[in-house]
């Protein structure tokens, strides 16, 4: 990249992020004044969904509705709702009355991954805003249905992968794009921690009041078991993107982030994806994905990979349990969720820059009144979620798949492009866009 396309590529990431490759700003001329009070839904309130709200009264929004398939959720996120904004929020259990209400303005969407593209689109199609949590989708295809419902329906879309909107992270890919490192040609994402055993309990009885039938939506229709309730269904496939899309998103997101800052442009994905890994930690316990995994990503001209340890939370070399590195013949750029800093060759640590705030809210609230794209634009997310899709797809055939950035298919593989899509339990179908 030259220095003028490199000036202009972080002109952009510095205001408003990494935009698509030809996309265009929306404009839509119902967009709210700057002093109107955004009014929100929350979809899914239990643990991360109360996180990203209880934001929002103190930036001076207002949870007008919560909806949820647990009324034990919706007494205990309504009370906090109403202790923080001084108002109760109504509440609900089917998200149909949240996309009717037109007092709604925008929603957070924070169920299992299962239920993301069913809502956002139809979401989308009311003419609601969409805050999704991360991952985006459960499928590849999903997401694109999604990011082409955003753009068909002039929606603001911000993907939770909050990192887009921390300062330090910005600097740390504004140093990167600056080719003060050099000749990139390795990228590492790493999670250490630990999972402990969940035990494997029987089926029973749905807690009191739950519509399960709702919960499970589009996923296949199985006997009530608490493993593969709250929170715990992120460890079973039926639901989620496995720890890949759970924990990886975030470190793989500064990981693209990266290499899109280097290449100029936002779509950038590999070329050649192989994953190698299991279960081999808690070997008595009910969950089906991996606790132990390496996959790597080829570029073409640079080799990206993602290495999960669920068995030890510890600093390795790099030392932070969780980070992003990227590593060239001039040094090596470590970003993490308190800092960033850069090693020479002789191990001299030549910069360190620290957090510095950052609202991911914030910057969705602010951009549902002006229309510009979010930090996180849905088309941003979409393609840091791809590359979780294709280390699923590659662990689920156990073997390498060569993978066509253009048309992001497999080409001739038949077996690989199968798992582009999935099939649906009715009456749970993917709405058309």
């Known amino acids: 990249m030259n220095g003028e396309n490199r000036r202009s590529f972080l002109k952009k990431t510095t205001i408003a992020s990494l935009a698509a490759a030809g996309a265009t700003v929306n404009l839509n001329p119902s967009a709210q004044g700057a002093n109107e009070k955004v009014r929100l839904a929350l979809i899914g309130c239990r643990s991360r969904g109360w ?21 034990q959720v919706l007494e205990d996120i ?71 419902a955003a753009r068909h329906f002039k929606r603001v879309m911000q993907v939770g992968l909050q990192r887009r909107s921390m300062n330090h992270f910005k600097t740390a890919i504004e140093f990167l794009a600056s080719g003060q490192l050099g000749k990139l040609c390795l990228v590492k994402a790493w999670m250490c921690q630990v999972r402990g ?8 009885d749905p807690p009191a009041g739950v519509d399960y039938d709702r919960w499970l939506g589009p996923a296949p229709k199985r006997p009530f078991n608490k493993n593969r309730f709250h929170y715990n269904w992120r460890f079973f496939w039926d639901y989620c993107n496995s720890e890949l899309g759970n924990q990886g998103v975030h470190m793989l997101d500064i990981a693209l982030w990266g290499i899109q800052a280097i290449r100029g442009g936002a779509h950038q994905l590999p070329t050649r994806v192989s994953s190698q890994g299991g279960i081999y930690w808690k070997l ?3 969950k089906e994905v991996p606790d132990t995994q390496v996959v790597t990503y080829d570029f073409g001209d ?43 060759p002789d191990g001299s640590k030549e910069i360190e820059e620290k957090a510095s705030g950052g609202s991911h809210l914030k910057n969705f609230l602010d951009c549902i009144k002006s229309r510009e794209e979010p930090n996180s634009d849905i088309e941003l997310g979409r393609l840091s979620t791809t590359l979780c899709h294709l280390g699923n797809i590659s662990h689920h055939l156990g073997r390498e798949v060569v993978f066509d950035p253009a048309t992001e298919t497999f080409g001739n593989d038949r077996e690989a492009n199968l798992r582009l899509s ?10 058309k866009v």
């Not at 055993?197 to 029973?204: E, F």
């Open 51 to 71: 996180q990203v709200a209880a934001e929002a009264p103190r930036l001076g929004a207002e949870i007008h509705t919560l909806c949820d398939i647990d009324p």
């Open 197 to 204: 055993s969940i035990g494997n309990p029987p089926d029973s």
């Open 302 to 344: 640079l080799l990206l990979s993602w290495e999960l340890r669920s068995f030890l939370s510890h600093h390795p070399i790099e030392g932070t349990e969780a980070g992003t590195g990227f590593y060239s013949n001039e040094g090596c750029l470590i970003v993490e969720g308190n800092r960033w800093k850069v090693y020479r």
């Open 78 to 148: 309504g009370a906090r709702v109403e202790k923080a904004q001084g108002n109760k929020p109504k509440t609900c259990m089917r998200y149909e009355e949240v996309l009717e209400d037109k007092n709604i303005d925008a929603v957070i969407i924070a169920t299992p991954d299962h239920w993301h593209a069913i809502i956002t689109i139809l979401a989308c199609q009311a003419g609601k805003d969409v805050y999704i949590e991360k991952p985006l989708s459960h499928t590849i295809q999903e997401g694109q249905l999604m990011r082409d």
């Open 284 to 286: 008595d316990d009910a």
């Open 422 to 431: 999935k099939e649906y339990r009715e009456p749970y179908g993917l709405p």
